[in-house]
């Protein structure tokens, strides 16, 4: 069984910084891919970055400049560092990751973790 467990939300004011923390736990073989999302209310959840096993990012165009995602590989976890952090960031950060269970099964199985709520608010 795997588990996602994301820390680091939290009220912070505009302008601020705040870094979300993603651990993986559990049986599983590799990680091949992590990410953020996040979902405000009454939005769509939207991809905020995507990390590689191997250390390749990817962020949408609207999510440039202000975010980093960062992997420890050896603890499994990855990291959102979000700067000059402005009321519209205000959602729920969602960590996603892609992994393979077991050595001799090919399949990528996505697990979601349960969300983190970050607001931004003075």
């Known amino acids: 069984q795997v588990q996602l467990v994301e820390t680091g939300g939290g009220l912070v004011q505009p302008g601020g910084s705040l870094t979300l923390s993603c651990a993986a736990s559990g049986t599983f073989f590799v990680i091949n891919t992590m990410r953020w999302y996040r979902q405000a209310p009454g939005n769509q959840r939207e991809l905020v970055a995507h990390?590689?096993?191997?250390?390749?990012?990817y962020y949408p165009d609207s999510m440039k400049g202000r975010f980093t995602i960062s992997m420890d590989n050896a603890k499994n976890t990855v990291y959102l560092q979000m700067n000059k952090l402005n009321p519209e960031d205000t959602a729920v950060y969602y960590c996603?990751?892609?992994?393979?269970?077991?050595?001799?099964?090919?399949?990528?199985?996505?697990?979601w973790g349960q969300g983190t709520q970050v607001t931004v608010s003075s």
């Open positions: 996603n990751a892609n992994l393979r269970l077991s050595p001799t099964d090919i399949s990528n199985y996505s697990y």
């Open positions: 990390i590689s096993a191997g250390g390749t990012t």
